[in-house]
């Protein structure tokens, strides 16, 4: 349209048209943009490469993702282990915690028994002392005896020399032998039945003059060295 034309036609009342906007040049790397669709120049979707590498969420059951703490813990309490391994069934459960009953009772019963045995060392100690504090000067070993008295102790054959008196009182029940610290002693009968009350395990030898005269063989003097003896 001329000039002259325009000018007329304002003349007559009529509007000019508004002049056309100016598109923004669009910003970005090199001068491209977005396309009017949304799509990048290359024709992909620029949300789709970094939809495949988000990583994938729990969701819930009304499909929202669950909030995390600090601790790697979902805020309904339930914490990932990251292994998979499933939970320990009840069997399982009962199980172990039978197997920890059962080992703590047999510790339980290892101790009472060392404890039992320290009780008992404890008082084998006191009666041996109370014992030899008893017959201290009280024995009547004769360092002349040349006569071998042998009699069983301990699973073994054992002897004492005494006197030819001295045998036949020990034979008669009138003395007796003990053994302390590896000694074997001659004792009269009161000693030795004080001695039994206080330590049984030291009496070596106590003759019971009413017994048959075979239950103690060696009790005759030609019994000097027995068949069985063992040292």
Known sequence: MSNS????????????PPP???????EGKGGEGKRPDGKRPDGKR???????ARPAQDKRADGRRPARDDGGRRRDGVRKTGTGAAPRSQEEIDLAKAYAIRAQKEKEERLAAERQRQEE???????????????????????????????????KIKRIHVTAAQLKALNAGEL???QLDGRYLLVDAALLAEAEAIF?????????????????????????VPDDLVW
């Open 176 to 178: 007796g032998v003990l």
């Open 5 to 16: 034309l325009r000018d007329q036609l304002l003349g007559l009342g009529f509007k000019a």
């Open 20 to 26: 056309e906007p100016r598109k923004p040049r669009p």
């Open 46 to 52: 620029p949300d789709a490469a970094a939809g495949r």
């Open 200 to 224: 049984p395990p030291a009496i070596a030898l106590k003759v019971d003059p009413s017994a048959p005269a075979e239950d103690d063989p060696y009790a005759d003097p030609k019994y000097q």
């Open 121 to 155: 060392a404890r008082q084998r100690r006191e009666a041996k002392a109370k014992l030899a504090t008893l017959v201290q000067g009280r024995a009547l070993n004769d360092a002349a005896a040349d006569i071998a008295r042998h009699f069983p102790y301990g699973g």
